[in-house]
């Protein structure tokens, strides 16, 4: 014989490489997966910063224009309200080389206290008075500022060249004798030419005057009663400092990068710059797409990012390094912030440790070891005897019985019994199955047998009609009527047993059957419980409504099971209405049966043709799957309507020929 491989062995070795496999793949699944959360969670996060970071700065610098509005009506208070005569106030100074300085208080602190700039000349020193005292009122202002806002320096400068800045320092160490404070961009900016409106307005970035690096004034002009300008206000924001301040819990990795921008691409910030110059008051003119050089991928990621509200891109630069790159608008001053990093600054390097994955491996072993045991007990073993046990069946050996030794699982104790029924003798079978077929003969007469009472039911309950009848009138008993009625309900009687126990085929007798002769009958018949209950009949029939068929007693047990059904299903005082029409297109009639009973409860409503199924407390269930057997015996088709209120039952018979009846 050919040696065959074991399924056993097979499915040992198929389960042990997949578990080991699965326990593997599913370590490295669980890493990945663990790391790309990590990965989506560090995206966001850094771009709920961004969009934070970028409001507090739209915040920052709504508050620097609001409060230099605040100075602005200050001083322009003080313009109004001005004297006509001024002279230099106490605590100022003037020097050998004529500049005036404020001297400096001890008891007062340094944020609410200004120093002076200036030149005293003959020619200028009634105004220059004027403008000492007038400026003056913003010290205690400008201190409260400097205290509470990002603010580095608050000043105001007069066109005659005075300035007066807070916190109080020495301002000579600053700026030479000749330097005209007009002429910076501060000032230059917030005049009529360029800005009409007279509004505050945000310089572009430039090197600070006094020493803080890269800085951002906001400057307001300042109009006497006469609407000439008087100067300008000014509060300063030092770049670095703010973004030290917004970013100090944040890190950036080893090359992250912090940057403003305006739409154009124009620098406001750049984390990679100094943030100094040797020049004072130079302006920063440094645009993004011009500074340095740059990979497509780079310009297009800052090309999308300049056109959005906010988001996050990758792109790789110049040295192929891939980068990341969150920003967001920063309302109210049309500019973006961005925040750059390395991409693997964000994303964790998979370290697959195969020491845990050893452990697993030899647990694997230890489970597949003790399913070998188990599967050659109570598997391979119980198995082998079966085979021995069904080859001596196959040789006609059906007398061994024997049981398998042990317990066993359910599987191979039902195949062990099978094995034991085969063995029995055949015969038992073939005696069984010839007590099937009368077992299934007995159920076909107890089921025509059912049928047939249930249609004599109907014909004694219209006898029991036609007695009450009687009784009702108070005739006599040789009424003809009544015992003629009688009298053939008995006739029809033994012609429903004849039909019922042959429905399939058609009566041999031929007639000519008028459909609302049939049913005025059955309501005569029925006049007993149409009273008591109070029901109220409507027939509408059709002259023409003749059948040619020698099936009459079929329609009449049609008929009869549909409308006493109607009429034990409604309530006192309900309605039947009768339809009969002719389809002269279609040869057929039409009989509709409609009722406003409680309706037909079972679901679906086709099951209701079927036997066995009824709603009724002592009902059969097989009335109506009578009535759609003679129905078809009579080739035509009958079918519910219950779409609206009413249960309606519609009947379609052909016409048929004439001809063939007679």
């Known amino acids: 014989m050919k040696k065959r491989r074991s399924l056993i062995t097979d499915m040992v070795i198929i389960v042990l490489v997949l578990n080991v496999l699965s326990v593997v793949l599913f370590s490295y699944y669980i890493k990945v997966e663990g790391n790309s ?68 208080k001890e008891d007062v602190s340094v944020n609410s206290q200004s120093n002076v700039l200036v030149k005293l000349n003959s020619e200028n020193a009634d105004e220059l008075a004027r403008e000492l005292v007038i400026t003056e ?4 202002a400008m201190g409260t500022i ?52 007279k509004k505050a307005i945000l310089t572009s970035p430039y090197n600070d005057y006094l020493g803080m690096g890269w800085t951002i004034t906001c400057t307001q002009p300042i109009y006497d009663r006469n609407g000439d300008m008087f100067g300008v206000v000014c509060l300063d924001a030092a770049l670095k400092t703010m973004a030290e301040e917004l970013f100090k819990d944040f890190s950036l990795g080893s090359d992250g990068k912090i940057i403003w921008l305006d739409p154009q691409g124009n620098i406001f910030y750049h984390s990679d710059f100094e943030g100094k110059s040797e020049i004072q008051g130079e302006i920063f003119e440094k645009n993004i797409f011009t500074m340095n050089e740059m990979s497509y991928s780079e310009k297009a990621a800052y090309e999308k990012t300049l056109s959005k509200t906010s988001g996050l891109c990758t792109y790789v ?82 007398s061994l019985v024997e049981t398998l030794p042990g317990d066993n699982y ?45 249609e004599l039911k109907n014909v004694m309950a219209r006898i029991k009609g036609a007695t009450y009848v009687i009784e009702l009138t108070g005739k006599n008993f040789k009424n003809s009527d009544e ?100 389809d002269k297109e279609n040869e057929t009639i039409m009989i509709s049966v409609m009722d406003d009973g409680p309706g037909i409860k079972i679901e679906p409503k086709e099951r209701i043709f079927e036997p066995f199924v009824t ?17 078809e015996s009579l080739n035509g088709t009958i079918k519910l309507n219950n779409e609206n209120r009413f249960t309606e039952f519609i009947i379609t018979i052909p016409v048929g020929s004439e001809d063939k009846n007679e």
């Not at 509470?148 to 807070?166: F, H, K, P």
């Not at 049939?518 to 509408?540: M, R, T, W, Y």
């Open 146 to 197: 400097i205290d509470n806002e990002d603010v580095i320096w608050g000043y105001t400068v007069t066109g005659n060249n005075l300035l007066r800045v807070s916190p109080y320092l020495n301002l000579e160490e600053f700026f030479d004798d000749n330097h005209d404070q007009t002429r910076d961009v501060f000032y230059t900016m917030a005049g009529p030419e360029k800005n009409p409106d």
């Open 317 to 398: 630069d110049k040295n192929f390094n891939s980068r990341i790159m969150v920003y967001s608008k920063v309302e109210g001053m049309d500019s973006y912030l961005l925040l750059q990093m390395d991409t693997r600054d964000v994303q964790p390097t998979i370290k697959f440790d195969f020491s845990n994955i050893w452990v697993l491996i030899v647990l694997d072993g230890a489970i597949a070891l003790i399913f070998i045991i188990v599967l050659y007990r109570q598997f391979s073993k119980p198995v082998r005897a079966l085979v021995n046990r069904a080859n001596k069946i196959s040789q006609g050996d059906y």
């Open 483 to 582: 015992i003629e009625i009688i009298n053939s309900s008995i006739s029809e009687a033994e012609n429903v047993i004849t039909t019922l126990l042959d429905f399939s085929r058609k009566n041999s007798a031929d007639n000519k059957i008028n459909v609302g002769s049939i049913i005025n009958q059955i309501f005569l018949l029925s006049n007993k419980e149409i009273i008591s209950k109070g029901i109220s009949v409507e027939i509408k029939n059709d002259e023409e409504c003749i059948i040619y068929s020698d099936g009459i007693e079929a329609l009449k047990i049609v008929l009869q099971n549909i409308i006493l059904n109607a009429i034990q299903a409604i309530e006192d005082g309900g309605h039947i209405w009768i339809n009969i029409k002719k």
């Open 410 to 454: 359910f599987e191979i104790a039902q195949l062990n019994e099978a094995f034991d029924y085969m063995s029995k003798n055949i015969t038992l079978d073939i005696l069984a199955e010839k007590e099937l077929q009368q077992m299934e003969k007995m159920a076909g007469v107890g089921q025509l047998s059912a049928a047939i009472v249930h």
């Open 37 to 104: 959360t990590s990965i989506n969670y560090a995206k966001e996060s850094m771009l709920e910063i961004v969009k934070e970071k970028s409001e507090l700065i739209s915040i920052k610098f709504d508050r620097l224009e609001n409060n230099t509005e605040i100075l602005k009506i200050i001083i322009e208070e003080a313009l109004k309200n001005e004297k006509s005569y001024y002279t230099i106030p106490e605590g100022y100074s003037i020097n050998k080389d004529k500049s005036v300085i404020r001297e400096k």
């Open 615 to 631: 709603t009724k407390e002592k009902g059969s269930g097989i009335g109506l799957w009578i009535t759609r057997k003679m129905v």
């Open 137 to 140: 009122v913003l010290d205690e």
